[in-house]
């Protein structure tokens, strides 16, 4: 089985960064759908942002849209989200996650369901002042 690590979560104040990064072990991400994925406090679990091994196709959620951007690393096969222009209501922990590319269809069928094959251990973010 696919084992993912999440880092990099902390505390950030409104308006800051934060990279997370998501390291893979086992297997290279090579045939996988990859996303990140948040749940704040008393609140279901949503789609941040999926991306495709196969054609580096994307996809974001309209909260995240423009601040957030997530991109893959071979080399290192991790696949990272760099986090700018943080809001309070981005607080949470992130997960990463994996699913096969031959389970699923698109970018946004990978954040639409949380039926994923990998899940990561997730990473605290919190924004506050």
């Known amino acids: 089985q696919l084992q993912l690590v999440e880092s990099g979560g902390g505390l950030v104040q409104p308006g800051g960064s934060l990279r997370l990064s998501c390291a893979a072990s086992?297997?290279?991400?090579?045939?996988?759908?990859i996303g990140w994925f948040r749940q704040a406090p008393g609140k279901e679990r949503e789609g941040v942002s999926c991306i495709s091994s196969r054609d580096s196709s994307t996809y974001y959620a309209d909260s995240v849209k423009g601040r957030f951007t997530i991109s893959r690393d071979n080399a290192k096969n991790t696949v990272d989200l760099q986090m700018s222009s943080l809001k309070p209501e981005d607080t949470g922990v992130y997960y990463c996650?994996?699913?096969?590319?031959?389970?699923?269809?698109?970018?946004?069928?990978?954040?639409?369901?949380?039926?994923?094959?990998?899940w990561g251990q997730g990473t605290q973010v919190t924004v506050s002042s």
């Open positions: 086992r297997f290279t991400l090579d045939y996988y759908y």
């Open positions: 996650a994996a699913e096969s590319l031959f389970r699923l269809s698109s970018v946004q069928a990978m954040c639409a369901t949380l039926v994923l094959g990998s």
